[in-house]
């Protein structure tokens, strides 16, 4: 379990969205608001991507919590992993779909570049040349990838435990990203 362990750790450093040594309900708000403002969403979009990546943080980052350190968010997701594989690897399929959903703005089932900007910049990654080295290992079509393959890569990012398959997110995070 050591490297999915490793990679869970890998995972949670993206959630400390601003900066400030823990993980709580702030991140969400920095990333939610940041994301609707990059986008230029109406009201009405505002309101339902708000709504959806708040319920998405609450459950799926914070476990209903209303902080997480990271030895918290291990244990969680260890005592998850353990209980019930398959539950686990179908938590984390509905996690990843929800998301890549959301990222998917303007709802054509792919993922364009600009809006894989976007999600990254929302996440405070600023460094436009890493963001898109790390889609182009999607080897996108016409400038996008379909969400079915950013999703299904995150979720074997979580959920592999063989560390001879090749990750494209374990990649990313390790060139940087
Ligand atoms: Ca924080
Ligand atoms: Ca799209």
């Not at 943080?57 to 030895?71: A, F, I, P, R």
């Not at 400038?143 to 001879?164: L, N, R, Y």
Request: negative net charge; contains cysteine.
């Amino acid at each position: 379990m050591d490297y999915l362990v490793y990679k869970w750790k890998l995972w949670y450093t993206w959630f400390d969205i601003n900066k400030d040594g823990k993980v709580d309900f702030a991140d969400a708000e920095q990333e939610r608001s940041k994301f609707s403002k990059l986008h230029h969403l109406s009201d009405d979009e505002k309101k339902t991507v708000m709504d959806q990546f708040g319920k998405w943080w609450s459950e799926y980052v914070l476990w209903g919590k209303s902080e997480m350190t990271e030895s918290d968010f291990i244990e969680l997701m260890s005592n998850a992993w353990k209980s019930d594989k398959q539950k686990f690897v179908e938590r984390m399929q509905t996690c990843m779909d929800m998301i890549c959903n959301i990222v998917d703005t303007n709802k054509d089932g792919d993922i364009s570049l600009e809006e894989f900007n976007i999600i990254m910049k929302s996440a405070g990654h600023n460094d436009k040349s890493l963001d898109e080295k790390f889609f182009e290992n999607y080897h996108p079509v016409d400038g996008k990838v379909p969400i079915k393959v950013i999703s299904d890569s995150w979720v074997h990012f979580v959920t592999c435990e063989d560390s001879e398959k090749p990750d494209i997110v374990k990649v990313a995070f390790e060139f940087g990203v």
